[in-house]
């Protein structure tokens, strides 16, 4: 199907281990994002890649990685995830950042005990 | 400092009200978006404007590029417009507002 797919949808782990956050977009748009949902924040943007192999940091990167070696997918990964790491992430696509719209998949709600 | 600021932060409404929603900003913008996000669901775009006015179907969107200020209009509100929508900015970059939930009552 067309669109942008996220996976998991729910996720619980433990401190210290590495998770991995799928996002794949069909559309070959050009940009792709993460963002994280926490309560009296709104989207805070981790990080956005303007096109394979092409990555950069946005407002909250720290303890995250993210990688392009595709144009269709962008996993985000949590190398040793932190309870502070708890939250809902967002993946979006746009074929132009700034003047078209982001489609966003449906969130991975991700859990850290 | 936000850069996106929307009000108000929880709105209450009787189904058949009109409601409007507001978003101020303080970044140049190439354009202005509104989203709605339904209660453990995914964000979807209603309306990306630049300027004047958009309907769709119950909804309204405006912008006044002067005032850097944009408002969001639901007339005959309906319980399935329950829901938290975000206003957006985008320029070099999204800058997002914080949301506004909006409950209607039957």
């Known amino acids: 199907d067309a669109g942008i797919t996220q996976s998991p949808r729910y996720k619980i782990t433990e401190t210290g281990r590495q998770v991995t956050l799928m996002c794949h977009q069909t559309?070959?748009?050009?940009?792709m994002f993460w963002y994280r949902q926490d309560l009296g924040h709104g989207l805070r943007l981790i990080y956005y890649?303007?096109?394979?192999?092409?990555?950069d940091k946005g407002e909250v990167p720290d303890g995250y990685v993210v990688s392009r070696s595709k144009t269709e997918n962008f996993p985000l990964t949590l190398e040793s995830a932190t309870r502070s790491q708890t939250s809902v992430y967002f993946c979006?696509?746009?074929?132009?950042?700034?003047?078209?719209?982001?489609?966003f998949g449906d969130g991975t709600r991700l859990s850290i005990l | 400092k936000n850069e996106v600021e929307q009000s108000p932060q929880n709105l209450t409404a009787q189904e058949g009200e009109f409601i409007t929603i507001n978003c101020s900003y303080s970044?140049?913008?190439?354009?202005l978006h509104w989203l709605q996000q339904h209660p453990g669901g995914g964000i979807v775009s209603l309306f990306m404007?630049?300027?004047g006015k958009k309907k769709h179907g119950r909804l309204i969107a405006t912008i006044n590029i002067q005032e850097k200020h944009s408002s969001l209009h639901i007339t005959a509100s309906h319980p399935r417009d329950s829901a938290v929508y975000i206003c957006?900015?985008?320029?070099?970059?999204?800058?997002f507002g914080t949301g506004t939930s909006l409950t209607v009552i039957p």
């Open positions: 957006a900015v985008s320029g070099n970059q999204f800058y």
């Open positions: 979006a696509s746009t074929p132009a950042n700034g003047n078209q719209p982001q489609h």
């Open positions: 890649s303007a096109a394979a192999d092409i990555t």
């Open positions: 404007l630049s300027s």
């Open positions: 559309w070959s748009h050009s940009y």
């Open positions: 970044v140049g913008i190439s354009a």
